[in-house]
């Protein structure tokens, strides 16, 4: 009853033609990729070019964040109806780099995620323990934190725009996946927060993806487990070959 959702967050990498060139390799590799969601998530200058080079493919497009206000003096800023009229569908909210170099809280993450909602868009909402709280045991005293903070206050109607992606901090971008069992536990650990926070029935149908590493050789066995409901790539989406991979896992 999920629906797999693979997004690919491109970070701060290529230039408008390269994101273009990119969608446009893509399109072709994963037209028969039936029954997963796809989405690749551009740097900001590039999402209304990329949008248009999406046309007639089912992909869809994400920010990589937004901020909560719908417009005023705000230099630098990017709201999310702006997002919205740019093509996007998704954006993502709370990534750990995001986290660790430019002040994001939980605090910011839920006002972010309120206003996007607000805008019609879906908030890829990320968590994640750092390699110091996995070994000091706090990971799911983390992830509790983050997830009550960043989800304070939402509805369960606003709640069914949202999809949780776990993310443990040592395993992105260092080629290091948690292994099956690891993210496992801490999907099914999110999901039962889920119960708590807004009653079986959202649970049972909030998408959780997994990030860190996500490749075409590990897809496979993470997507095999019951509570993971998609990825969250990084690296791995700046290749159209192996994004498509990726998705692909159930072929
Ligand atoms: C990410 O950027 O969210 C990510 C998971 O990166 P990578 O796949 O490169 O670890």
Redesign the pocket.
């Known amino acids: 009853m999920r629906i797999p959702l693979i997004a690919g967050?491109w970070?701060l990498y290529k230039t408008i033609a390269e994101s273009v060139a990119l969608v446009n390799e893509l399109k072709p590799l994963v037209e028969n990729s039936a029954g997963v969601q796809i989405v690749v998530a551009p740097v900001f200058t590039a999402l209304s070019r990329v949008f248009d080079a999406t046309e007639g493919s089912q992909i869809k497009l994400a920010a990589q964040d937004c901020y909560w206000e719908e417009e005023g003096a705000f230099t630098g800023e990017v709201a999310p109806k702006l997002l919205k009229d740019a093509g996007c569908s998704y954006v993502i909210i709370g990534?750990s780099?995001r986290r660790q170099y430019f002040g994001e809280t939980d605090v910011t993450v839920n006002k972010k995620t309120k206003a996007a909602v607000a805008a019609g868009l879906d908030a890829i909402v990320?968590v994640g323990e750092s390699l110091a709280e996995r070994e000091s045991e706090q990971t799911f005293s983390v992830i509790e934190k983050q997830i009550q903070g960043g989800l304070a206050g939402l509805s369960a109607e606003a709640f069914s725009h949202v999809v949780i992606?776990y993310?443990p901090v040592w395993?992105?971008?260092?080629g290091k996946t948690a292994s099956d069992a690891q993210a496992q536990e801490v999907h099914a650990f999110i999901r039962q927060l889920v119960v708590r926070l807004f009653g079986q029935a959202v649970a049972d149908s909030v998408r959780i993806l997994y990030?860190?590493?996500?490749k075409p050789e590990n897809v496979k066995g993470l997507m095999s487990q019951p509570d993971i409901d998609g990825a969250?790539?990084?690296?791995?989406?700046l290749k159209a070959e192996s994004f498509a991979a990726i998705c692909s896992f159930n072929s």
């Open positions: 967050n970070k990534h780099e990320c992606a993310e395993a992105i971008g260092t990030g860190g590493s996500v969250l790539v990084g690296g791995a989406s």
